[in-house]
C-alpha cells in the first residue's frame, strides 16, 4: 500500500509482540499520532523548526511512529524539510486526515471478512502516522503502519508542488480499508519476495485477497492500463520472472506505463489459483504461503491460456 510504489517495500512478518490478536473485533486501531502531527504542525508555523517536530510529534509517538521513523521519516530535520517543501499540499489533507478515525468500523469489516476466510488470521494493532511522503503502508513487527498523508487527494488538491510519482500514487481518504487491508495480508504471509516471480505475487496476492475482503483494491488504474495488454506483457514478463530485477515492475515505472505493474501480474496469477480451486479456504492458506513460486505458477494454470 504500496502503490505500493508506495507501496512498498514490506517488512515483515507477524509474530511477536503484539502480533497474536486472533480477533478482528479486538484490533486496535490507533489514530493519536494524526493529532499530534497537527499540533506540531500548527505550532511549528511559519518555519517549521524541526525542534517543534521532534518535541511534540516523534517523542510523543506511539510504537508506529517508532516503527515508522527510522527508514521513512527518517527524522525531524528531513520531516521539517518536506512538510516545508510542499506547505499547499500538507495544509490541504487536514480534512481527509481527520475523517480516519470514523473508518475504524469499515476497517474491521475487512477484517472480519478475512477471519471468515483464513481463520488463524492475526489481527495486530493498525497505526495512522504523518510521514513525509515517501510510504503509504507498511508492516512490521509492532504492527500495520499507514502513512496517513498519502491519502489526502481530492478534486481541489493543489498539484504544483507534486512529481509524477506522487500524482500517480497519492489517493483519497477513501481508500484507507483498502489499504489497511492490503497491509494486513502482508502481515499474514509467510515468505518475501525473491524473484521477480516471488515479489509479485506477494504484492499481487495481497491485491487480491484486498479485494476479497474490502471489495476493491488500491490499484485499479494499473489494471485498467494492463487488462487490454494481457497476453504482451504476460510474455514480456515471462521471461524475466526468474530475475531478481525488479526495474519496470515492481516499486518503478518503464516510460509510458504505470508504476507497479508487478501488482497486476502477480494478481491475476493468483486470481487464475483461486478460481481453479475447489476449496478456497484451502486457495487462501495456499496464497499466503507461497513455498514454491514455479509450482504455484503451474498449478494456477495461468499460463496456459496464452498457449
Known amino acids: 500500500m504500496k502503490f505500493h510504489s508506495i507501496l512498498i517495500a514490506c517488512t515483515l512478518i507477524a509474530g511477536v509482540t503484539h502480533a497474536q490478536n486472533r480477533d478482528p473485533l479486538k484490533t486496535e486501531i490507533i489514530t493519536s499520532d494524526i493529532d499530534n502531527f497537527w499540533i506540531a504542525f500548527e505550532t511549528a508555523k511559519p518555519d517549521f523548526n524541526p525542534e517543534v517536530f521532534q518535541t511534540l510529534y516523534l517523542d510523543k509517538g506511539s510504537n508506529g511512529i517508532k516503527g515508522f521513523t527510522p527508514g521513512r521519516i527518517r527524522n525531524a530535520e528531513n520531516l521539517a524539510k518536506r512538510v516545508k517543501g510542499r506547505i499547499k499540499y500538507y ?29 488463524e488470521a492475526i489481527f495486530p494493532p493498525v497505526y495512522f502516522v504523518i510521514g513525509t511522503m515517501s510510504s503509504g503502508g507498511t508492516s512490521s513487527d509492532d504492527g500495520l503502519i499507514i502513512g496517513a498523508e498519502m491519502y489526502g487527494m481530492t478534486p481541489e488538491t493543489p498539484k504544483d508542488e507534486l512529481n509524477e510519482w506522487l500524482l500517480s500514487v497519492l489517493k483519497p481518504v477513501e481508500e484507507v480499508p483498502h489499504i489497511v487491508a492490503h497491509e494486513l495480508i502482508h502481515f499474514q504471509q509467510t515468505y518475501d519476495g525473491g ?21 476493491k483494491h488500491i490499484n485499479g488504474h494499473v489494471h485498467d492500463f494492463a487488462n487490454p495488454k494481457e497476453k504482451e506483457l504476460w510474455l514480456e514478463f515471462k521471461e524475466k520472472m526468474f530475475e531478481k530485477n525488479y526495474d519496470g515492475w515492481l516499486y518503478s515505472a518503464a516510460p509510458g506505463r504505470p508504476n507497479d505493474l508487478g501488482y497486476w501480474m502477480g494478481y491475476k496469477i493468483t486470481k487464475a489459483y483461486y478460481e481453479k480451486a475447489n476449496d478456497k479456504k484451502q486457495a487462501i492458506r495456499d496464497i499466503l504461503t507461497i513455498k514454491d513460486e514455479k509450482r504455484f505458477l503451474k498449478e494456477s494454470g495461468y499460463e496456459e491460456k496464452f498457449k
Open 91 to 119: 495544509s490541504s489533507i487536514k480534512p481527509s486526515t481527520d475523517k480516519i478515525p470514523g473508518m475504524k468500523d469499515d476497517i474491521r469489516k475487512s477484517l472480519v471478512k478475512l477471519k471468515e476466510l483464513y481463520p
Open 195 to 215: 524473484t521477480l516471480l516471488q515479489a509479485c505475487l506477494k504484492e499481487g496476492s495481497a491485491d487480491f485477497i484486498t479485494e476479497l475482503i474490502s471489495g
